[in-house]
């Protein structure tokens, strides 16, 4: 899905948090979003996923404001995993149930997922009791289930043991070639970035300072501030 920014702004009370002029994020890119805490990344994600408005400006959609059908193609998984408070397979099953799938279709789907995944053992396991790393892994199998064309990661692997990481980043890689949808995920991770993504953007308070090719972003061709939060591993 291609994403169209324009003279969007986010402002809580006088403070402005979000200021980007013009982005466009072209379709079927895997976009590394990037840059040091409180840049604006999640604040971002959310205003792209229509859970939160802009103060100003707007987010097209293949050049068409946020409908249902748009909506229902795209996903965000949230830095805190938010999941229902029921079973791992409900709340891996949610996605399906409500875009109209058959109940033989969705118990396929979602044992196909808790296998791919590793997590055949949770699955009536009520998801208020999952460790932060098996939340995670069930919240992405949750967005991966219904085949979005726009997958928003906030921070996917965050708190993840390195095996764990191995996994996730293999379930997204797959799915990426796989289906070809458009990815933004934020990480603070560059080696991730530089792991999984082929094009980038970097976020400094509130602002884009740099986007394009990976290769560009982490080049000397790059915004001189970029370079230095890179090179000092500062993000
Ligand atoms: N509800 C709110 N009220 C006031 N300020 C807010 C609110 N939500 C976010 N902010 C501020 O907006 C800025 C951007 O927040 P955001 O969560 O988008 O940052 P981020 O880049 O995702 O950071 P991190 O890497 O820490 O997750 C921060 O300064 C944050 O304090
Ligand atoms: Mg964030």
């Keep these: 899905m291609k994403l169209t920014l324009s003279s969007i702004r986010k402002k809580y009370k006088e403070k402005t948090v979000l200021q980007i002029p013009e982005l466009e994020l072209e379709e079927g890119y895997f976009w590394g979003i990037i840059g040091p805490n409180g ?3 999640s604040t971002l994600l959310k205003i792209i996923a229509g859970l939160m408005e802009a103060t100003e400006g707007n987010v097209l959609y293949h050049n068409h404001t946020l409908n249902e059908k748009t909506r229902r193609s795209m996903t965000l ?15 891996i099953a949610y996605p399906l149930k409500i875009r109209g799938y ?4 969705i118990h396929m789907r979602v044992n196909a997922m808790l296998e791919d995944f590793g ?51 293999e379930k997204i890689r797959e799915y990426y070639a796989m289906e070809k949808p458009t ?19 970097f976020m400094y308070e509130g602002e884009v300072l740099d986007s394009g090719d990976v290769s560009h972003l982490f080049g000397l061709e790059a915004n001189p501030l970029v370079q230095s939060f890179i090179r000092q591993g500062l993000i």
């Design 39 to 41: 840049s604006g990344k």
């Design 77 to 91: 998984v949230f830095q805190k995993p938010y999941l229902l408070r029921t079973t791992v397979y409900n709340n």
């Design 102 to 105: 058959s109940k033989r279709d």
């Design 183 to 201: 990815i933004l995920m934020v990480t603070h991770n560059i080696q991730q970035t530089r792991r999984l993504c082929n094009r980038g953007a």
């Design 119 to 169: 997590i055949e053992g949770l699955r009536d396991q009520k998801a208020w009791t999952l460790s932060g790393g098996e939340g995670q892994k069930v919240a992405l199998a949750r967005a991966l289930v219904f085949k979005p064309k726009l997958l928003m990661l906030d921070e996917p692997t965050a708190n993840i043991d390195p095996s764990s990481i191995i996994l996730l980043e």
